[in-house]
């Protein structure tokens, strides 16, 4: 009986202490701004929130901005109060886009490429715009940075202050860029070689044999789509670098640094059920 008391004494304190957790977990507020204070529950987008932030009833963070706008056109500059703007966004990218379904419905299929390329630029102006005129008393603004990064590749670095960071990415990118264009070249040249050395129609006197092309085709198709993954590293690499710098740039190492080294006797956990003597080790501290 004692022990069944103990054991359900035990499930209480355990489910209290679980529940104080989370309560405390989740009630605690980790935002200065009085308008974004939730709680680690909340949900990564909010239509009220979004709304009521173009209305100018709330302040709405640039992440969710640039999140609602980018199915919302208009609502970056709707939020920074440019509604001058809006008729530029509203012609240059519905206009083209519907010119560039007309044209193609039309069977000018290279004017309506040129159309649905002008409204695209177009959709990235509007978003470059509203990342640009975002108004914030913080410097660097995370979500900024990130934003550039993701809109313009080293914008991210530059907007941090980190000039030298920019040549390394370009440099990442035309190396990547580079490989894959000889790779594509190579595939192609493999490509058109194995469809000539299989074609029954005509006789191949090539000096490359079908399985030697098959066999090349399939290496720089493998290649060219490596190099396509190493641009993706690089793009994703400077979009995280901006965002991860952002925040690290207030961050401050004292002068004061020390690093102590001391010898200490290691007490194993398992030292009295298996009757263990403990080790002689080394304690290491740093101190920042």
């Known amino acids: 009986m004692k022990r069944i008391l103990g054991v359900i004494l035990l ?3 355990s489910a209290g202490a679980a529940a104080q957790f989370k309560s405390e977990a989740f009630q605690q507020q980790y935002n200065d701004d009085v308008a974004n204070q939730k709680d680690s529950a909340d949900v990564l987008f909010s239509f009220k929130d979004y ?7 709330n302040e709405i963070p640039i992440g969710t901005l640039a999140a609602g706008s980018a199915v919302f056109l208009g609502g970056e500059q709707i939020y920074n109060k440019q509604y001058w703007k809006l008729p530029i966004v509203y ?4 206009g083209g886009a ?3 379904v007309y044209f193609n419905s039309q069977g000018e299929h290279d004017i309506a490429k040129y159309c649905f390329i002008g409204a695209g630029v177009a959709y990235w102006a509007m978003h470059m715009d509203g ?3 975002y108004k914030t008393d913080k410097y660097p603004l995370p979500g900024k940075a990130t934003l550039y990064s993701i809109l313009l590749p080293g914008l991210g670095q530059a907007y941090n202050g980190e000039f030298w960071k920019i040549p390394i990415y370009i440099g990442g990118f035309g190396a990547a860029y580079y490989f894959y264009d000889t790779n594509r070249i190579n595939y192609e040249r493999y490509r058109r070689i194995y469809k000539e050395a299989t074609n029954t129609e ?3 006197t090539g000096p490359i044999p079908a399985e030697t092309a098959l066999y090349y085709r399939n290496v720089f198709r493998r290649y060219r789509d490596y190099s ?3 641009m993706g590293l690089v793009y994703l690499l400077q979009v995280i670098d901006a965002n991860v710098f952002s925040y690290m740039h207030d961050f401050e190492i004292v002068d004061d640094m020390a690093v102590s080294v001391s010898p200490t006797i290691i007490a194993p956990d398992t030292q009295l059920a298996l009757n263990t003597s403990p080790a002689v080790g080394m304690s290491i501290g740093l101190r920042f």
Request: neutral net charge; without cysteine; charged residues 10%.
């Open 202 to 204: 005509e006789i191949y």
């Open 11 to 13: 499930m209480l304190l």
């Open 131 to 133: 990342v640009i005129s």
């Open 228 to 230: 396509i993954l190493a």
């Open 51 to 57: 709304f009521g932030g173009l209305a100018h009833k």
């Open 91 to 94: 012609g240059t990218i519905l």
């Open 98 to 100: 519907g010119a560039g």
